[in-house]
């Protein structure tokens, strides 16, 4: 009877080293995986990038800086804190400068993408630029982005107010009234253009 239960001990001991093993093979087998998939895509970014540079000098455009990281203070609750950005490409062209950005895949190469779109909209924030843009690889085609702050915002509707002003001064049939509309036009006009 010891000896029958030794062996079924010996055999449930066996298979739980056994089921033990296969787990941590298991395991290992998903990190190897995971690991050369994640060595796959950065190969196949960096040679993306590569490719990127050579397409924007073949496209007239100066690469000044490829990889540079660029920092931003911001303040927390009066704590001061520091972040790092790494934009692709700073690139010039007709004496304007451009942020790149590289992306490859199915979803980062639209603006639609929530991330993509925070991360440029980060570099138009700390970096002085005159555009940014989005560099699709996969099709070899380049989008400028243009974020508008919410001055910016008011200044076109005051622009167009303005407008509308001049508008309703040439189509009205009071000359006391023209005047008035146009004054107030182009007070709104020259305010905007001492702001510029």
Do not use: W
């Amino acid at each position: 009877m010891n000896v029958n239960n030794l062996s079924i001990e010996n055999i449930i001991a066996v298979a739980v080293i056994f089921i033990l093993l296969l787990v941590i093979l298991k395991y290992k087998l998903h990190e190897y995986y995971r690991k050369q998939k994640q060595k796959k895509r950065f190969e196949r970014g960096k040679s993306l990038e590569n490719k990127a540079q050579k397409f924007l000098q073949k496209k007239g455009y100066t690469i000044l800086k490829s990889q540079q990281p660029y920092y931003h203070k911001y303040s927390v609750s009066g704590k001061i804190h520091t972040s790092e950005i790494i934009p692709d490409y700073i690139v010039k062209k007709n004496g304007k400068t451009y942020i790149v950005e590289v992306k490859s895949g199915k979803s980062a190469i639209s603006i639609s993408n929530s991330n993509t779109r925070r991360q440029l909209l980060e570099y138009d924030f700390a970096i002085n630029n005159d555009g940014i843009f989005l560099l699709d690889m996969e099709n070899e085609k380049m989008e400028l982005v243009k974020f508008y702050s919410k001055h910016q915002k008011q200044n076109i509707n005051l622009l167009i107010f303005a407008v509308l002003l001049a508008l309703s001064a040439v189509f009205t049939g009071s000359l006391y009234l023209k005047i008035a509309l146009s004054v107030c036009a182009l007070t709104i006009l020259s305010v905007k253009l001492k702001h510029r």
